[in-house]
């Protein structure tokens, strides 16, 4: 049922496309809590989520610079699965099916912080795709970042205004064996009403050349998927319970 919910997406998608030349095509993965009632079998307590769930992992599709965002994949997964568990095989398969389908196009993958690992990022460089994926802040890039992060916080002063910064490093992780990637940082200082300004940096590996602001630009895109994610919720009651049973296991693992 998986495979035929992916090809179906796909198939479609390259009919209603047949007369333009797609570009480009990116994958946006998201895992998302599906809440349980009793004991379910992988029905486990996700501190993040503050409840007993499943946690699946989610594919979107969308094609050039179309804002629609297509549901092509929903693996079911133990409420504490890894983000990147099952990824890389959704991914290998995936990007076969669209390759086979839109040879001509670029496929590009954006990712949030969760699914950053040597494994994925090797795995999408060997593919020769685009890529952006959010890292969680350490160390060594808040050292880098600091001096952005020090002129965002006096603009901000000068102004009563937020303020966002963008540069950029070559970093590599100690997991990284010593391979270097482009890390782009925003320095963000955050001003609302009534409230002590606050720091809101972000880091995204990516291989684009692009400049920071609009590598950054491209990655927040990905963000819409949440907005897909709500559809599923509030329209076809994705994480009802046992009232969604059924609709749970016709979703296989593909």
């Known amino acids: ?46 501190g993040h989520y503050g409840s007993w769930c499943y946690l699946p992992l989610l594919g979107f599709l969308s094609f050039d610079n179309e804002p629609d965002q297509h549901l092509f994949a929903a693996i079911l997964r133990p409420g504490t699965a890894p983000a990147g568990q099952a990824a890389i095989h959704l991914l ?83 997991s990284w064996k010593g391979q270097k990637r482009r890390v782009i940082y925003k320095a963000e200082v955050v001003c609302l009403a009534g409230r002590t300004p606050k720091d809101n940096p972000r880091f995204v590996v990516t291989n684009l050349p692009h400049k920071p602001e609009n590598v950054y630009k491209i990655y927040r895109m990905r963000g819409d998927s949440e907005n897909r994610i709500k559809e599923l919720d509030n329209e076809l009651y994705f994480g009802g319970r046992a009232a969604i049973a059924s609709w749970r296991t016709s979703f296989a693992s593909f």
């Open 1 to 46: 049922m998986g495979g035929a919910l992916a090809d179906t997406v796909i198939n479609w998608n390259a009919r209603r496309l047949r007369r333009k030349k797609v570009k480009r095509v990116t994958i946006d993965l998201d895992p998302t809590d599906d809440p349980t009632d009793g004991a379910q079998q992988y029905s486990l307590f996700n």
């Open 92 to 174: 290998r398969r995936t990007i076969a099916r669209l390759r086979a389908k839109f040879p001509k196009a670029k496929i590009r993958v954006r990712l949030d912080g969760g699914f950053a690992s040597p494994d994925m990022f090797e795995y999408l460089e060997e593919e020769k795709v685009e890529y952006l994926i959010a890292m969680a802040k350490n160390k060594v890039l808040e050292r880098r970042s600091k001096r952005l992060m020090g002129t965002a916080r006096r603009l901000s002063r000068e102004s009563g205004k937020s303020v966002v910064l963008f540069s950029e490093t070559r970093y590599a992780a100690r």
